[in-house]
């Protein structure tokens, strides 16, 4: 959590610095440097990070094996800032190494957490999910690597930028959408006091979208629109039911007031499902959209589906799970010892609505932005963005600052009596 709130941080100032990087071909090296420190940076340690710790929960079972996941943190911290700086010289051999560390980081949390699943012998949908999810990040990560050395010899037949959107779904759908998908059943309902009465619709869109993204993969690579616009069409299915699901186990709440982090994670799902449709709209032939820049092009599809979709998803996710697994660490084995804070407690609610609410407001004049090609509204949208990122930050560090008490022997704790 604590080196993917860096990356937040370096993603937020990295736009801040360069806005008009939103009006230049995606496949500019910093465009691709900037997607890959918030996607790889961001994103990516923060949901392993939370896998790590969740799915043995979610699993009733034990992580099955710590130190891979050692050793997987210390190669996505080495590798990663590699990576984005050969991105942005554009240095295809520097670019090999880098990913090669963090292809095998990312071998490591997979096998981990195909172990992890089969040795709680569970199945359902939250299984099935870190499972297919595992398996997607790292084809996503081979088919990086297979891009690199491509732009390295260019040995394969196929068009770069087709190559470049089949990594891109891989990665973003197959990892990030099949994740939320599952354990997204398995947190919100904890969370709001729920449940999934039937399983049937959450098993449903899950399988629907894995469908879809095996449709989309070999299409966008080919660039077969019509096979693509079927591919992106069973995904956007896929996720409406898995929303519909999760209405529905919403409907049983008995927590009836969402709290910013919650409401963070729903809305950030409903533009994730419009996404889907403002995809369909890209790969379908005849229609508008392309690579170019300005009007409706890749990149405002790419600014609503990672800023206004997966961000406020993952950013509302942490602001529920860091508080709670922070506190199990800090104050779980004080409990009946003393006073210990409620895990809501840790946060600031303040801190919380301010920077999740200015992150989702920074999307609309990014949009603008990267449609009309006009950096005012790029820059504007910069400063909101990288301003939310600040005070959410600042929120999340001040709930890990608790952990040093969990290095400390019971009796030194000093907690507020608030539960
Ligand atoms: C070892 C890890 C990885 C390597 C070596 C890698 C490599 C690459 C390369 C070489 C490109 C395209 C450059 C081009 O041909 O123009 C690219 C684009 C992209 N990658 Fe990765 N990648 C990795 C991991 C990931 C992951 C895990 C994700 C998402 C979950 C991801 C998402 C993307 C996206 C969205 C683009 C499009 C960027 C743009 O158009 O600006 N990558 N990647």
Known sequence: MGLGLAWLLIGATLLVLEPAMLTWPHSHPHVVALTHAWVLGFFVTVACGAVYQLAPVALGTTLRNERYGWWHLGLQAAGVPLMVYSFWVWDMTLLGHAGFAVALGILLFSVNTWRTVRQSGRGG??????NLAAGWLLLTVLLGLLLAANRHWYFVPLDPIALLRAHAHVGLIGFFVTLLQGVGFQLVPMFTLGEVRDWRLPNTGMWLTQIGLVVLTPALAWGLGWLGLLGALLITAGMACSAVALRRALASRKKRHFDPGTRAFLWGGAVVV????????LVAPGLPGGSVPGGYSALVYAVLAVGGGLLPCIAGMMCKIVPFLTWMRAYGPRVGRGPTPAASALASAGLERWGLGLQFAAIAPLLIGTWTLHETW????AWLLATGVVLF???MLGVLRHLRLAASPPSATKASPKS
């Open 393 to 395: 930050a600042a929120d």
């Open 378 to 381: 790029l820059q504007v949208g």
């Open 274 to 281: 419009l996404s889907g449709l403002a995809g369909a709209v």
């Open 125 to 130: 949908t939250v299984a099935w999910a870190l």
